[in-house]
């Protein structure tokens, strides 16, 4: 799993303006893992993305990651 939160991680720095604020954390469980995306206020929107379709984006591609595993992730944005 830890190649899942370094790719969340590069994804978000990627997008944002403060990538040094970027952070991932991440609580697994059984079959399920829940990655928290954290990032700067300011830059909240950008990870969003109108309608959300950037966050939606991010989840579909962390999604498709995760099917090789085998598990199911949940990507949580956090203020």
Do not use: C, W, Y
């Not at 899942?4 to 991680?9: G, V």
């Not at 590069?10 to 990032?39: I, M, N, R, W, Y």
């Not at 966050?55 to 992730?73: E, F, G, N, Q, Y």
């Amino acid at each position: 799993m830890e190649n899942l939160s370094e790719l969340i991680t590069t994804l978000a720095k990627a997008l944002v303006d403060f990538p040094d604020q970027v952070k991932v954390t991440e609580v697994s469980g059984e079959q399920t893992a829940v990655f928290e995306l954290h990032v700067a206020h300011e830059d909240l929107g950008k990870i969003i993305g109108k309608q959300g379709k950037t966050a939606r984006a991010i989840r579909t591609i962390l999604s498709a990651s995760a099917a090789k595993l085998k598990k199911r992730v949940v990507l949580e944005i956090i203020e």
